[in-house]
């Protein structure tokens, strides 16, 4: 059974810091990796997809990395903002059209 | 990609009531949909794999008399919490996966806006 973790649960950092988020899964026989942004109380927005073939995929200040044989993808913020903040969720799929298993997810507080 | 809405965005209801939420895949035809289950503070949990035409796959430890989920046409899948208690109330959220009658493929999971439950 696919298990993902991530770390750290929370994390505060003033504005214009680059971080890094977690992401650990224990079966790397993965399909994708994929990162979510969610507000409180709201939906959960694409962030940035990986493919099992990719080892990294960007999109603005934000960059995933996927080490499939680690089973770790990380997720780095340049020059956070306050806007940042938000509980940041990683997913991997198992296979085209399964369900993804989530991880608890990081709450990302970038203070001004 | 693909486009999901869910209807009501939240509900309010007395204990002991049926509530049915509605999830569509607007411009993409999905065999599969997917339902979750937010509590506060937590991540996402799978409850059910919802299958076009045939009946729905349920986690372990989901009660799929109490959540009955329809998937009648390719474009809407339905989840009904039967007899509702307080300890339902959570955030509700569906998802289309990546692969669909239509012939395209997408590799993303599409997730809805998802209801807020409220169960008094």
């Known amino acids: 059974k696919q298990e993902v973790t991530q770390i750290p649960a929370a994390l505060s950092v003033p504005e214009g810091e680059n971080l890094v988020l977690n992401c650990s899964f224990t079966d790397s026989a993965i399909y994708n990796l994929q990162w979510f942004r969610q507000d409180p109380g709201k939906g959960l927005t694409s962030l940035l997809l990986i493919q099992s073939s990719q080892r990294e995929q960007t999109s603005g200040r934000l960059n995933a990395s996927l080490d499939k044989s680690s089973g770790r993808s990380t997720l780095y913020i340049a020059a956070s903002q306050p806007g940042d903040s938000a509980t940041y969720l990683c997913a991997v799929k198992a296979n085209g059209a399964g369900k993804s298993t989530f991880g608890d997810g990081t709450t990302l507080t970038v203070k001004p | 990609g693909a486009v999901v809405s869910q209807h009501p965005s939240w509900v309010i209801c007395k204990s002991g009531t049926s509530v049915k939420i509605e999830c569509r895949s607007l411009?993409?035809?999905?065999?599969?949909m997917f339902w979750y289950r937010q509590f506060p503070k937590q991540s996402l949990m799978l409850m059910a794999t919802?299958?076009?035409?045939?009946?729905?796959?349920?986690e372990q430890g989901v009660e799929k008399d109490k959540f009955l989920i329809n998937h009648a046409s390719l474009t809407l899948s339905t989840l009904t919490v039967t007899s509702a208690h307080p300890e339902d109330s959570s955030f509700y959220i569906c998802?289309?996966?990546?692969?669909?009658?239509?012939?395209?493929?997408?590799?993303?999971?599409?997730f809805g806006p998802g209801t807020r439950l409220t169960v008094l």
């Open positions: 919802s299958n076009e035409g045939s009946k729905a796959t349920y």
């Open positions: 411009d993409f035809q999905a065999t599969t």
């Open positions: 998802s289309v996966p990546g692969q669909g009658r239509a012939g395209v493929i997408y590799n993303e999971q599409f």
